[in-house]
Nanobody
Framework: VQLQASGGGLVQTGGSLRLSCAAS????????SAWFRQAPGKEREAVAS???????YYTESVKGRFTISRDIANNMVYLQMNSLKFEDTAVYYC???????????????????WGQGTLVTVSS
């Protein structure tokens, strides 16, 4: 049972990246999924979430630039990041909840499965 995040890298300001998160050992379709990030010297913050029903949520700073999606057939979650800014630089983590009930999408304690993180560096 694990999540495997990938897709990070170095990109210039204004560029795009797509992060991928592959789930194995469990199905994502009956769980909430999310992306968090942690910048150097800062606390981990929630970036986006997609509920078990497909509803999406975003932190204010990424609205209109990032899109979270999932591929149920392939048990994948994605984070498309456009118009990247220097302040988006962070290690990005995917996460999944244990159930599909009501949840506070931005609270890390709602998720019990975490990927290993993938580094996104945006050069200014």
């Amino acid at each position: 049972v694990q999540l495997q995040a990938s897709g990070g890298g170095l990109v210039q300001t204004g560029g795009s990246l797509r992060l991928s998160c592959a789930a194995s050992g469990f199905a994502l379709d009956n769980r909430h999924s999310a992306w968090f990030r942690q910048a150097p010297g800062k606390e981990r913050e929630a970036v986006a979430s997609i509920s078990s029903r497909g509803l999406t949520y975003y932190t204010e700073s990424v609205k209109g630039r990032f899109t979270i999606s999932r591929d149920i057939a392939n048990n994948m979650v994605y984070l498309q990041m456009n118009s990247l800014k220097f302040e988006d630089t962070a290690v990005y983590y995917c996460a999944a909840s244990s159930g599909d009930g009501p949840y506070l999408w931005g609270l890390s304690a709602e998720y019990d499965k975490w990927g290993q993180g993938t580094l996104v560096t945006v050069s200014s």
